[in-house]
């Protein structure tokens, strides 16, 4: 009995001091990952001050600008493939905003600025209460009658289309959630 209780206290002992010894290697190995997490950021803040020192026209040597190079040549590829990855969804970034605007869109239906190939032209267009150019006044000439019949009904205006907004200007149909017109950029009410 007493062999028994002597495994029983030297097990016991054991578990302790491992599950003591565990619990003190835990915490030690926690601190190890904060103090890597400290001298990773100190890595990350040299470096990016560093960027900003090349970026506006320093040096600090041939090593860092030697490898400053490699970071503008993969910041050039990137970009490369973000602009096939965009033209093959034929879509294209807002130069001020940057919403994903489809290619064919002249005014970003976001914030409203041209969508010029150069991306210089950043300024919406004025808001105005444009109504649509009248009709120019029919010719002089003398058009043959039209022997079509005459309705004495109009036509049933078109349902607007629920998903839509039409642009009072000039009449696209633009996404609801659209606050400018793709065509002409006016703000779509």
Known sequence: MSDIRGTISSFTKSVTKTSGDLFKTTRLSMSVSSEQNVL??????????????YQYGGTLGKYFDEKYLEIEASERKINELKEQISQIKGVRECPKCSKTVERAAEFCPKCGIRMSATGTDLAPLPEQDAKPEPSPPPSSEAEPASTAPISIHPPKPKEPDPKTRRCRVCGMENDIS?????????IVD
């Open 40 to 53: 990773k950021n100190l890595y990350m803040e040299i470096g990016k001050k560093v960027h900003e020192i």
């Open 178 to 186: 659209t606050k400018f017109c793709l065509s002409c950029g006016r």
